[in-house]
């Protein structure tokens, strides 16, 4: 959680002044992310453009993590937290934004064959999690990896996924993604189910930095649920892991 805003120029030059050494890749990162952005027609190609100049570099990098060791923890994580919340071998599992499975190889192995389904608007990333699956054997599980355009699921089918997740999506994502994946993902979530998300929380202004990181009020994305007939639950027991962003759980209202 932070009430810090990071868009703003003199946060910015404070934070410049402490860590110089920040300038260079900040300043080459914005140069790129302009270019970017003049090039794509909306937010979901702009973003899948920085996911393929990520993954160019590091897979693993691309979906957040600084170390090897970093990304299996932050799967662990993850996957620690939804069997504490009774994640069972028979669920169907939704992850939107499955990146390189870096959970999604937990998920994978632990559900039964067939049950769980990633998705991602990168096919970039999408090719390093099917390098993901054949390095942890998980070929015999026949997950789903499949990329999309957009968060309304019009290919899947009604009731279907008794779970579903996204972490560190939304946290890069503008309300208007989030508000699609709202109003389309109770038509796919099974009576019962649940979708668990996270996002970068802010009790200050709500703000994005270089159209890659997007911070909200709680109360913001719990309304924006409402709209659409859904009930969402600040998660508290997340609060305590290791992870600056927060948890929502979201279900039929
Ligand atoms: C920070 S990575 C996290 C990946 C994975 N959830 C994990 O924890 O390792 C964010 C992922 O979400 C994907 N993504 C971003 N916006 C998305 C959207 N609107 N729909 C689906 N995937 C999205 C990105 O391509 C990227 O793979």
Redesign the pocket.
């Known amino acids: 959680m932070t009430t810090k805003n990071r868009a703003n120029p003199l946060y910015q030059i404070q934070y410049a002044v402490r860590n110089p050494g920040k300038v260079a890749p900040y300043a080459r990162r914005l140069a790129r992310d302009l270019v970017l952005r003049v090039r794509a027609r909306d937010h979901?190609s702009y973003?899948?453009a920085v996911?393929k100049s990520d993954t160019a570099r590091s897979a693993e990098a691309?979906?957040?993590s600084k170390s090897h060791d970093r990304w299996l923890a932050?799967?662990t994580m993850?996957f620690d937290y939804l069997v504490e919340h009774g994640l069972k071998p028979t669920d169907r599992m939704l992850?939107?934004?499955?990146?390189?499975l870096?959970?999604g190889r937990l998920f994978i192995d632990y559900l039964d064959a067939g049950n769980y389904y990633g998705?991602?608007?990168?096919p970039d990333?999408l090719i390093a999690a099917q390098q993901t699956l054949a390095t942890q054997g998980l070929q015999d599980k026949l997950p789903h990896l499949t990329p999309?355009r957009d968060?309304t699921f019009a290919f899947l089918p009604d009731a279907h996924f008794t779970v579903a997740h996204?972490?560190?999506?939304f946290s890069?994502?503008p309300l208007h993604?989030i508000e699609e994946c709202f109003a389309h993902i109770g038509r796919v979530l099974a009576p019962g189910g649940f979708f668990d998300f996270t996002f970068d929380r802010t009790e200050g202004r709500e703000h994005q930095v270089l159209h890659e990181d997007f911070y909200y009020r709680t109360e913001t994305l719990v309304k924006l649920a409402e709209r659409y007939g859904l009930r969402g639950q600040f998660m508290d027991d997340w609060e305590t892991r290791p992870h600056g962003q927060s948890k929502i759980r979201i279900t039929h209202g």
């Open positions: 979901v973003y899948r996911m691309a979906v957040g932050l799967g993850q992850e939107i934004g499955c990146g390189n870096r959970a998705i991602d608007i990168s990333i999309t968060l996204a972490h560190s999506v890069h994502s993604v």
